[in-house]
């Protein structure tokens, strides 16, 4: 089955700064990527998503790239805000030969400090 | 955030009690998940319902039976758990066609957080 790696496990950068979060898979069937951030006490919320058919997604401050001869996905976020502050989990999915469910990597604290 | 709704938000069990989780979509889907998130692992798919018929049962212990009785709601019934079934059990729905037709997003619901002493 499909096996999803996340790095780094916490992320600590200044307001304002860009923030970076890796994400690798093992299928090369698979041809969803979601990115899900979760605020303490919350469900995670789909925040962007890009499918194996594009490379390159953005939405505001948010993006993410994908490689897929190399199998990873990243997470940009520029100017980075405190209410950036969250865990994030990148996923993946579509290899299932109908079972549309993720596979979740482990996730990312990002800390945002003021 | 009201898209998925979940009940109870929290729930303390005793190992030998019979429990149940809801979950509700109000978004129009045509298919439920129910995911487990336990401290230090990743979310574990647990069921995949499409159309209100169960797809996908990733090798979860039968003290978990999911019920799917239309596809707005879903339920988790529990029984005869075990301490380290506490968790935040989440709920998510999506469109979903038959075969290979590709992923959809799935959007979550804030969770169960599940104590079993």
């Known amino acids: 089955g499909e096996n999803v790696e996340q790095h780094p496990s916490t992320l600590s950068v200044q307001e304002g700064d860009s923030a970076v979060i890796k994400c690798t898979y093992s299928?090369?069937?698979?041809?969803?990527f979601p990115w899900y951030k979760q605020e303490l006490g919350k469900g995670p919320q789909l925040i962007i998503d890009?499918?194996?058919?594009?490379g390159e997604k953005k939405d505001q401050r948010i993006a993410v790239t994908l490689n897929k001869t190399a199998k990873h996905f990243s997470l940009h976020i520029t100017e980075t805000q405190p209410e950036d502050s969250a865990v994030y989990f990148c996923?993946?999915?579509?290899?299932?030969?109908?079972?549309?469910?993720?596979?979740f990597g482990k996730g990312t604290h990002l800390i945002i400090q003021p | 955030e009201t898209g998925v709704t979940q009940t109870p938000r929290h729930l303390v069990m005793g190992m030998t009690n019979k429990k149940s989780l809801k979950c509700e979509q109000h978004?129009?889907?045509?298919?439920m998940y129910w995911y487990k998130q336990s401290a230090k692992k990743p979310l574990e798919l647990m069921f995949v319902?499409?159309?209100?018929?169960?797809?996908e049962n990733n090798s979860v212990p039968s003290r978990f039976s999911p019920e799917c009785p239309n596809s707005s709601h879903l339920f988790l019934h529990l029984h005869t758990l075990q301490p380290e079934d506490s968790a935040l059990y989440l709920c998510?729905?999506?469109?979903?066609?038959?075969?290979?037709?590709?992923?959809?997003?799935?959007?979550f619901g804030p969770g169960t957080r599940l104590t079993v002493t």
């Open positions: 996923a993946a999915s579509g290899a299932g030969g109908g079972a549309d469910g993720l596979t």
């Open positions: 319902y499409s159309l209100e018929e169960r797809v």
């Open positions: 890009i499918r194996s058919n594009v």
């Open positions: 299928d090369s069937a698979s041809n969803y």
């Open positions: 978004l129009g889907h045509n298919a």
């Open positions: 998510a729905s999506s469109h979903r066609t038959s075969g290979r037709g590709g992923a959809y997003e799935q959007y």
